[in-house]
């Protein structure tokens, strides 16, 4: 058996007419910047989130960027954040000049401990930014609260959660700004970068709107400082299609997810998801001991893995003037050394599954 990790190439063959239809219907009317599919999928992706605003944009490091330009984050400012997630969630943060502070994860869920958030609040801090890993969000209702208490703004990086519900509410529509990534291997992924951007706070909707076109209010006029990061046309046309069927793909991913906790032992089934939560699975991964030789032996049974991440953030060497040693978060430092992602899409069946969990068993 070969077992397909993401299957991005059954992602598009299930609804390729319409979106070859999209496709050809932007490329004939040549509009490849800020084409009507561009207003379309923001007034999609509104509806879909329930967010007073979306605004799409060329990737989620770039919206995360965004984010941070509208709320004024300036160098020296202080956000709060995880030091297990991908890279962009801490980059941007310096990026931009501002000092990325990180806090230990849960043991369970592997999102920010929200009992170790206050003690890291300075007279610097000016935001929190939970990470919603594998598409599990973070526990919004306590970070909200302290955001609350000492007036911060809350980022939400639901680049790996779209669709995720928290309390019953969408995720990217629980914080000041929520942002999300279209990378192809997200949960909804387009055929190339993008992006969005989701707040109930038209202010910042409109000032957001403007940084993404060269911060121009009108044209060739320039309020602020901004950036080119406006998505393609092309991109939005391929995700209106792919909207429309994602609860879909959602819950599929969600009953992948049921079959591989049906097959695995208790301790195995990881992450765990807070019955208040719905994950949308953007990576089922569990823990491991002797991790790179069970994924060798998987390979070669045609069972492909992914480590999701192999090194926590405070211990990158582009952060080593943070000053962090091997010790200081110890809980993101244990679960990337264990931490292994099994083959996660819409597509896989139960029988793939079982062939999948039946050769892992043997390893474990
Ligand atoms: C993928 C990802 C990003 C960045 O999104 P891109 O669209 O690849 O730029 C940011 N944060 C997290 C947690 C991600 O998984």
Redesign the pocket.
């Known amino acids: 058996m070969k077992i397909d990790f993401a299957n991005l190439t059954k992602a598009y063959q299930e609804h390729k007419e319409a979106i070859d239809q999209a496709m050809e219907d932007v490329v004939s009317s040549s509009r490849f910047i800020m084409g009507k599919e561009v207003n379309e999928l923001e007034e999609a992706l509104q509806q879909y989130t329930n967010a007073t605003h979306a605004i799409t944009c060329s990737?989620?490091?770039?919206a995360?960027i965004l984010a941070m330009m509208a709320l004024d984050i300036k160098p020296g400012d202080e956000i709060i954040t995880s030091p297990f997630?991908?890279i962009?969630?801490a980059e941007t943060i310096a990026f931009l000049g501002a000092v990325p502070v990180f806090v230990d994860i849960d043991k369970k869920t592997y999102n920010i401990n929200v009992n170790l958030i206050e003690e890291k609040i300075t007279h610097k801090t000016k935001a929190i930014m939970p990470?919603s890993?594998y598409g599990q969000i973070a526990d919004m209702d306590e970070i909200n609260a302290l955001a609350n208490k000492y007036n911060l703004a809350v980022i939400e990086?639901a680049?790996?959660s779209f669709g995720a519900t928290y309390k019953g509410k969408k995720s990217c529509n629980l914080s000041t700004i929520g942002c999300t990534?279209?990378?192809p291997a997200?949960p909804l992924g387009c055929f190339g970068?993008g992006?969005a951007l989701f707040t109930s706070d038209e202010e910042l909707s409109n000032k957001i709107k403007s940084i993404r076109v060269h911060g121009q209010t009108q044209r060739y006029i320039h309020k602020y400082i901004g950036i080119g990061g406006r998505l393609d046309t092309l991109q939005a046309a391929i995700l209106v299609e792919k909207l429309k069927h994602y609860d879909n793909d959602v819950i599929r991913r969600q009953n992948v997810a049921k079959y591989y906790n049906a097959h695995l032992d208790e301790e195995s089934k990881t992450p765990f998801v807070n019955e208040y939560n719905t994950s949308v699975w953007a990576q089922y991964s569990i823990r491991v001991k002797n991790r790179d030789k069970i994924q060798a032996i998987l390979k070669d049974k045609g069972i492909p893995t992914a480590v999701h991440y192999p090194k926590p953030l405070h211990l990158q060497e582009c952060f080593e003037y943070l000053g962090h040693k091997k010790g200081d978060f110890v809980t993101a430092e244990k679960v990337s050394e264990e931490i292994m992602s099994l083959p996660m899409n819409p597509y896989l069946t139960e029988q793939e599954i079982q062939y999948i969990t039946k050769e892992l068993k043997e390893l474990l």
């Open positions: 990737s989620g490091t770039d995360l997630t991908f962009a969630s990470v890993l990086d680049a790996q990534s279209f990378f997200k970068d992006g």
